[in-house]
């Protein structure tokens, strides 16, 4: 009976966890609707945003109690919750193994005043205990540990270097000991590095194959990008649009920072009831969950104000189970490549492939490629080595409010092994609009892509991104590795 009992709890991942479709898990997804996220970490210590290492024993939550913190979420009547295990600042709060990369020394609540805790394994068994879903957050964006630097400054990273500590981290973090995950938030990534500084393209296989039914969210992805639900991050201004039928969320503060502050004492100063359940009346027929984050104090609990802002929600909500289940969706980049160049026959076609999140606030966020005014242009993106399985290209148009010059509305998709010789796989017409468009044509094989471009409204073309790969195969390349 122990030994039946003993395997009722082991994580799933060791069993080898059945993949459900994406469609499946977006629906399940949608459907827990209020969300809580917990920012806790050194910046809970040591206000501040990006900033070099501070010593670690500052980590000292005396009163450390995730039970309360799960307590307080399921009186509000929320379903899941997103834990910061590594947020810019770069400390963990689990008792990680990896060598940071730069010669630095480890940076973990194991170098902290409370070496012998693991926030991670207390958070997520506190909060199953509630019947909520424990997900998590981690930050690619590193500054500790030299991944990246200042807020301003455009990053370059060196894969190579940095790839054994993030892949190892996210191994430690999904690989069993924490067992099932719902969904795994990045950050610090589209918009600072973007997905090629860091490839994308083996994140996200890595989750996959780790947790094949974990959800891969992109905190800084307001569009449905290579994401599985698209989150909005309200403090920046970016809400769910009116009649959205993306699987998505959407992030707000419950006080007046992501971390503590003495807001979260000041019941005066939180989200009020009437707000929160605006947001979620509201949210709810867009299929876009509501994530209220609730940051502990430095004792390691949530104020008092929180927890009885949290209660009294809790009195009011309850979920609309009337709702229509989650439209099909459009498909996505399940299998996307990194490229390694891209060539255009005008400007700097580099622009396209960079991963930026290429969002509408205009050049800090906004890398486009532009073409000079005469069509046909071709823009040619190369992949680094042959693969199979080709069969679908994503293209972002330029994302600032109602400016669709450059919108591609007419384009031809060719193929190459060599680079020299290319062949025609498919032609198609865009709607000339902003919305994100994708072609999807038979499976191919091959190392280079080209998009010519026919038409374009203004007679110039403008590419946010473009994303190469396969929506269900999984994309192999040809030679041995």
């Given amino acids: 009976m122990r030994f039946i009992f003993f395997l009722l709890f082991l994580p799933a991942v060791l069993f080898g966890q059945q993949k459900t479709t994406l469609l499946q898990l977006q629906r399940e997804h949608v459907d827990l609707r209020f969300?809580?996220?917990?920012?806790?970490?050194?910046?809970?210590?040591?206000?501040?945003?990006?900033?070099?290492?501070?010593?670690?024993?500052?980590?000292?939550?005396?009163?450390?109690?995730?039970?309360?913190w799960a307590k307080a979420a399921k009186s509000a009547g929320i379903k899941y919750a997103i834990l910061t295990t590594k947020h810019h600042d770069g400390f963990a709060l689990w008792p990680s193994k990896q060598t940071p990369p730069n010669s630095m020394p480890p940076y973990t609540i194991a170098q902290s005043s409370v070496p012998n805790r693991d926030v991670v394994q207390e958070y997520v068994d506190a909060f199953r205990s509630e019947g909520i879903l424990p997900g998590l957050y981690f930050s690619m964006w590193d500054v500790a540990n030299g991944i990246g630097g200042p807020f301003l400054q455009t990053d370059t990273i060196d894969w190579n270097k940095v790839k054994p500590y993030i892949l190892g981290q996210i191994k430690e973090l999904l690989g069993g000991k924490y067992g099932q995950i719902p969904v795994f938030v990045v950050d610090g990534?589209?918009?600072?590095?973007?997905?090629?500084?860091?490839?994308?393209?083996?994140?996200?296989?890595?989750?996959?194959?780790?947790?094949?039914?974990?959800?891969?969210?992109?905190?800084?992805g307001g569009i449905p990008w290579e994401v599985d639900v698209v989150y909005f991050e309200e403090p920046l201004g970016i809400q769910a649009p009116d009649r959205n039928t993306f699987a998505a969320c959407q992030g707000q503060t419950i006080s007046n920072g992501w971390f503590w502050d003495e807001s979260c004492a000041d019941s005066s100063k939180l989200k009020s009831v009437k707000d929160i359940m605006s947001h979620l009346n509201r949210l709810e027929p867009l299929y876009t969950n509501f994530i209220i984050n609730c940051p502990p104090n430095r004792?390691?609990?949530?104020?008092?104000?929180?927890?009885?802002?949290?209660?009294?929600?809790?009195?009011?909500?309850?979920?609309?189970?009337?709702?229509?289940?989650?439209?099909?969706?459009?498909?996505?980049?399940?299998?996307?490549?990194?490229?390694?160049?891209?060539?255009?026959?005008?400007?700097?076609?580099?622009?396209?492939?960079?991963?930026?999140?290429?969002?509408?606030k205009g050049p800090r966020y906004q890398t486009l490629w532009q073409s000079d005014c005469i069509l046909p242009q071709s823009i040619t993106i190369d992949l680094g080595t042959e693969y199979k399985n080709i069969d679908m290209l994503m293209y972002l148009p330029r994302k600032d409010s109602a400016n669709t010059t450059g919108c591609i509305t007419t384009y031809t998709i060719y193929v190459s092994n060599n680079g020299k010789s290319f062949r025609r796989v498919f032609k198609g017409k865009w709607a000339a609009d902003q919305t994100i468009k994708r072609a999807q044509f038979a499976p191919q094989t091959a190392?280079?892509?080209?998009?010519?471009?026919?038409?374009?409204?203004?007679?110039?073309?403008?590419?946010?991104?473009?994303?190469?790969?396969?929506?269900?195969?999984?994309?192999?390349?040809t030679k041995s590795i």
């Avoid at 806790?40 to 500052?58: A, E, H, L, S």
């Avoid at 890595?206 to 947790?211: A, G, M, N, R, T």
């Avoid at 709702?323 to 390694?340: A, G, N, S, W």
């Fill in 35 to 68: 969300g809580m996220f917990v920012h806790f970490n050194i910046n809970t210590y040591y206000p501040g945003w990006g900033n070099d290492r501070v010593d670690p024993k500052m980590f000292n939550p005396t009163a450390l109690d995730c039970k309360q």
């Fill in 189 to 220: 990534y589209m918009w600072k590095m973007g997905h090629r500084q860091i490839p994308y393209q083996e994140i996200r296989s890595l989750v996959k194959s780790l947790q094949p039914n974990c959800l891969f969210i992109d905190h800084n």
């Fill in 299 to 360: 004792a390691g609990l949530l104020d008092k104000a929180i927890v009885d802002r949290l209660a009294a929600v809790g009195k009011l909500w309850k979920p609309n189970l009337k709702r229509k289940p989650l439209p099909i969706q459009q498909p996505i980049m399940e299998h996307p490549v990194t490229p390694v160049s891209a060539t255009a026959t005008s400007c700097n076609a580099m622009f396209a492939i960079d991963g930026m999140n290429d969002w509408k």
């Fill in 447 to 477: 190392r280079y892509i080209q998009l010519e471009v026919i038409d374009a409204i203004g007679g110039q073309a403008v590419i946010g991104e473009l994303t190469i790969g396969s929506n269900k195969n999984e994309v192999k390349t």
